[in-house]
């Protein structure tokens, strides 16, 4: 069965540095694509990249990247200069021929 | 396009009540799903449906959690008679089939059950 892994329930940054969010994944089937969402305070699941297992990039969205290490099996998120609306819950997901599957989130936290 | 919409927004209803969540998804998505959020279990599948059919509901909690989806833009999750653990806020998210698209979320209805 697939399995997503956030190791790190909360974690602090001070505003306009990196951040890294970790992630795990387990899956045998060598197909698979790995998302991250940002769910703010007010509660919505936003979407903010994708990357797909067969990609040979990084996937990158404006100050947002992924550091993919498929042989590690890991989607790290790396948030580069920080902001205070940065904080909120970020949620690292894997879809294969299935729904979404969902990690149990990092609490991010920016400190001006 | 005004993306997943989900009403209502906040429902408080005493234990015993029925009550039912509402989904209009994305037009042109034929993939439905039903997630429950709570502290303690995190983003859980209930149900999900291609082309309006269900195709897994081995997530919905008892017999008490039912689901329909009658047309491609309409989905309805239902909760009878409903209890104080019910309690959590309830995500509808439409996508395509395809393996590199998202899930657009609807805005969530958060349920109290007093």
């Known amino acids: 069965a697939q399995k997503i892994t956030q190791t790190q329930p909360g974690m602090f940054v001070q505003e306009k540095e990196a951040v890294t969010l970790d992630c795990t994944y387990d899956?045998?089937?060598?197909?698979?694509?790995l998302f991250w969402y940002k769910q703010p305070s007010s509660g919505e699941m936003i979407f903010l990249i994708y990357?797909?297992?067969?990609?040979?990039q990084n996937a990158t969205e404006g100050r947002y990247s992924l550091n993919f290490q498929k042989a590690r099996k890991s989607a790290n998120l790396v948030i580069s200069a920080s902001q205070l609306g940065d904080s909120a819950m970020y949620f690292c997901?894997?879809?294969?021929?299935?729904?979404?599957?969902f990690g149990k989130g990092t609490r991010l936290s920016v400190i001006a | 396009d005004a993306g997943v919409i989900q009403s209502p927004r906040h429902e408080v209803t005493e234990m015993g009540q029925e009550v039912t969540l509402r989904c209009k998804p994305i037009?042109?998505?034929?993939?439905l799903f039903w997630y429950r959020q709570t502290m303690m279990r995190g983003l859980e599948l209930l149900i999900y449906?291609?082309?309006?059919?269900?195709?897994?509901d081995s997530g919905m909690p008892e017999d008490r959690f039912s689901a329909k989806m009658p047309n491609a833009s309409f989905s309805t999750l239902k909760i009878q008679p409903s209890e104080p653990r019910d309690s959590a806020v309830y995500f509808c998210?439409?996508?395509?089939?395809?393996?590199?698209?998202?899930?657009?979320f609807g805005s969530g209805t958060r349920l109290t059950v007093v």
């Open positions: 899956t045998s089937d060598p197909s698979y694509g």
């Open positions: 990357q797909g297992s067969y990609d040979q």
């Open positions: 998210a439409s996508s395509v089939r395809v393996l590199n698209y998202g899930y657009t």
């Open positions: 997901a894997m879809r294969i021929n299935t729904p979404l599957v």
């Open positions: 449906f291609n082309n309006n059919v269900p195709i897994d």
């Open positions: 037009s042109g998505h034929n993939s």
